[in-house]
T-cell receptor, first 114, second 114 residues
Framework: DSGVTQTPKHLITATGQRVTLRCSPR?????VYWYQQSLDQGLQFLIQ???????AKGNILERFSAQQFPDLHSELNLSSLELGDSALYFC?????????????FGEGSRLTVL | SQKIEQNSEALNIQEGKTATLTCNYT??????LQWYRQDPGRGPVFLLL?????KEKRKERLKVTFDTTLKQSLFHITASQPADSATYLC?????????????FGTGTRLTVIP
């Protein structure tokens, strides 16, 4: 158990809809990272937050947004969903802003867009 | 363009043998490189981290080498067991790119045959 909690574990929705994925980092970790994993793309970095502030942005679509709340949990919002958004979405946390150590990953949220 | 390539999508070896996985990268100057294990439908789990000034790191049956001249890391599992069957991901920091996160390879799926 990594200590990172993600909900929901599975989500099935239709194209055009909006969903919110939630992540609670390990106790004491200030950084939260979101990754998308699809079969043909591997793990793709989306966005990082540190102590409530956005720190780094990767290949995140404009239809996607995220935030980190004062209690350090984070939410990833996916809107105007398309079939190609079907993937596993992972949240990871680490203690530091500059990532010089390991990431602790949650078990992921599997999103299926029909 | 930047690339992280892992030697093959799948590797089958006999139990008891040594598995060697390769990670090559281009257009990165990482300060460190990490290896993760991922089981189907689960989040990646950290195994080892090696820094640019370290040639080799060991942990139990695992050994990692890091050659910044060749831009390559080798990951060895000695005395392999069926329980070692999983996908192994290499990841490196965005050193030199200004990015503040880990970039992952697509992984090598290892199967250890009893």
């Amino acid at each position: 158990d990594s200590g990172v909690t993600q909900t929901p574990k599975h989500l099935i929705t239709a194209t055009g809809q909006r969903v919110t994925l939630r992540c609670s980092p390990r106790s004491g970790d200030l950084s939260v990272y979101w990754y998308q994993q699809s079969l043909d793309q591997g793990l793709q970095f989306l966005i990082q937050y540190y102590n409530g502030e956005e720190r780094a942005k990767g290949n995140i679509l404009e239809r996607f947004s995220a935030q980190q709340f004062p209690d350090l949990h984070s939410e990833l919002n996916l809107s105007s969903l398309e079939l190609g958004d079907s993937a596993l979405y992972f949240c990871a946390s680490s203690a530091w802003d500059i990532n010089t150590g390991e990431l602790f990953f949650g078990e992921g949220s599997r999103l299926t867009v029909l | 363009s930047q690339k992280i390539e892992q030697n093959s999508e799948a590797l089958n070896i006999q139990e008891g043998k040594t598995a060697t996985l390769t990670c090559n990268y281009t257009n990165y100057s990482p300060a460190y490189l990490q290896w993760y294990r991922q089981d189907p439908g689960r989040g990646p789990v950290f195994l080892l981290l090696i820094r640019e000034n370290e040639k080799e790191k060991r942990k139990e049956r695992l050994k990692v080498t890091f050659d910044t001249t060749l831009k390559q890391s080798l990951f060895h599992i000695t005395a392999s067991q069926p329980a070692d069957s999983a996908t192994y991901l290499c990841a490196l920091d965005g050193g030199g790119t200004g990015a503040n996160n880990l970039f992952f390879g697509t992984g090598t799926r290892l199967t250890v045959i009893p």
